[in-house]
């Protein structure tokens, strides 16, 4: 995702004085089940921007790896820390979107509504911010539609939508687009590019190595739980430094 402008701050939302979360430091983090290092010992930076990618085999580690970072789970051993805060603490400037997204019993529109009335935001704004992030999202004419009679790409937008009303300064995201058609993940994508460049830091995992060179600025990769390699996106994609990155990148490396 090129051209993140710099110094940003194009958020006019929930929060508009607000320090930031940044960076993201994870020292000698291990979760540990069944006796096993599911993540081994990750050790990372993560600043404001660029957009990073989290790449690797089925089994890596990588939707544990944001679930951690979210604070969904606990790490059994190291520190996650942002700017300073644990990964709970930092979870109101954060969302997650995952494969498959949870949606609420209600409208389109009652989904967006909801979240920000959770999250403490007056009643006479979430009018504004609804419609603003469903025609940011394409759902605008759908507001009045139950949530759940959507599209799979539609409710991966609506996903996107109502985490993005809440003007994260981070949006992790698990996977969004395994489930979808091309044609949906092409919209998806677009509407993340938005996000972008916004200003909301983007982490996301994928299986797709094609979206993962059209949208990462840079990579994280593991395997078996480790973090292999850290860097740009160009510098991973032409010359990776580990053989198990150009296993994967030819498609030899499955697990």
Not at 224 to 239: K, W
Request: glycine share 8%.
């Amino acid at each position: 995702m090129r051209g993140y402008p710099v110094g940003s701050s194009a958020h006019t939302g929930v929060d508009q004085v607000r320090p930031t979360i940044f960076p993201l430091r994870l020292h000698e983090v291990c979760f540990t089940a069944g006796g096993q290092h599911l993540i081994d010992h990750i050790s990372c930076a993560l600043e404001a921007q660029p957009s990073t990618l989290v790449l690797g085999p089925n089994g890596a580690g990588k939707s544990l790896l944001l679930r951690l970072c979210h604070g969904l789970i606990q790490a059994s051993s190291g520190s996650i820390r942002w700017n300073g805060m644990d990964a709970r603490a930092a979870r109101r400037h954060q969302a997650m979107v995952f494969q498959r997204p949870v949606l609420l019993r209600r409208t389109v529109a009652a989904n967006i509504s909801y979240a920000l009335s959770v999250h403490g935001v007056p009643r006479r704004r979430r009018q504004t911010l609804v419609s603003a992030a469903l025609a940011q999202a394409g759902l605008l004419d759908l507001a009045a539609r139950p949530a759940r009679v959507l599209s799979g790409g539609e409710q991966q937008r609506l996903a996107l939508a109502r985490a993005w009303a809440l003007k994260p300064q981070v949006l992790l995201l698990d996977e969004p687009t395994a489930n979808l058609d091309p044609a949906a993940t092409h919209t998806v994508e677009i509407l993340l590019e938005q996000i972008y460049k916004a200003g909301t830091k983007i982490i996301m995992t994928t299986h797709d190595l094609g979206q993962a060179r059209r949208l990462a600025d840079e990579v994280l990769f593991l395997h078996r739980g480790r973090l292999l390699e850290h860097g740009p996106a160009a510098a991973f994609f032409s010359t990776p430094q580990s053989k198990e990155a150009a296993a994967f990148l030819e498609g030899r490396l499955l697990w």
